[in-house]
């Protein structure tokens, strides 16, 4: 055989695992070229349905998208990642990828545009807040666990209007002062907001923490 040949044989070989990997490895999660995933629950809370999209500190995938099935077979709700956003990147970089898994999504699933939420922890979650605050008629709300404001102003919230804010944060987690200062400057602002204090350092928690949120996003995004 040829090298040439081989070669090709050896990309088509390596494509179709990365296709199987991406389409089998966790049942109902299907990934795109760009690694964003995205999962279905067997039954829609309406169509079009409300969507979350999970946004991870070293770039979301499969696995971490499957680990919160439990929001998107609970609620009804369509479940996205985005695999470029991470920390210690560029935040405007990171934000531009947020957008383009939305719109990939929107033009892809049966996907309410007036009902996409961000979730994310840690920088994460300022990177969720950051992606709101920029484009507010795009996120809806947003699930913070143990985030802070970062870089953004108090006049970097003058955008938001019916949007929706879930923070979360712990009584030994070293940002309780930032999440309680900013649910004090929303609330102020006449921003729905929603503030959880839970035992623990700075953790993710649990996916049923999250599930409570996506409810509270779920019951005054109907308003």
């Known amino acids: 055989m040829s090298n040439a040949r081989q070669a090709g044989l050896a990309a088509l070989l390596l494509a179709a695992g990365a296709a199987a990997a991406a389409g089998t490895a966790f049942p109902g999660v299907t990934c795109d070229a760009d690694s964003d995933c995205c999962y279905l629950p067997e039954?829609?809370?309406?169509?079009?349905?409300?969507?979350?999209?999970?946004?991870?500190?070293?770039?979301?995938?499969?696995?971490?998208?499957?680990?919160?099935?439990?929001?998107?077979?609970?609620?009804?709700?369509?479940?996205?990642?985005?695999?470029?956003?991470?920390?210690?990147?560029?935040?405007?970089?990171?934000?531009?990828?947020?957008?383009?898994?939305?719109?990939?999504?929107?033009?892809?699933?049966?996907?309410?545009?007036?009902?996409?939420?961000?979730?994310?922890?840690?920088?994460?979650?300022?990177?969720?807040?950051?992606?709101?605050?920029?484009?507010?008629?795009?996120?809806?709300?947003?699930?913070?666990?143990?985030?802070?404001?970062?870089?953004?102003?108090?006049?970097?919230w003058a955008a938001l209007g019916d949007n929706l804010v879930y923070l979360v944060t712990r009584e030994d987690d070293w940002n309780r002062g930032e999440n309680e200062a900013l649910a004090r400057l929303l609330q102020a602002r006449g921003i729905v907001c929603e503030l959880v204090t839970t035992p623990g350092k700075h953790d993710a928690g649990p996916r049923a923490e999250l599930l409570e949120a996506c409810r509270w996003l779920d019951l005054f995004s109907r308003y």
């Open 43 to 156: 039954s829609l809370a309406s169509d079009p349905a409300p969507a979350l999209v999970v946004l991870h500190c070293n770039g979301a995938v499969a696995a971490d998208l499957d680990s919160f099935r439990l929001v998107a077979d609970s609620l009804g709700w369509v479940l996205a990642s985005c695999h470029a956003t991470r920390n210690r990147r560029d935040a405007l970089l990171n934000d531009g990828d947020v957008l383009h898994t939305i719109d990939k999504l929107l033009s892809t699933q049966p996907v309410d545009a007036g009902r996409v939420f961000l979730f994310g922890y840690s920088g994460q979650g300022v990177q969720a807040l950051l992606t709101m605050t920029m484009h507010p008629e795009v996120v809806r709300g947003v699930a913070s666990v143990c985030g802070h404001r970062g870089g953004i102003g108090d006049g970097g």
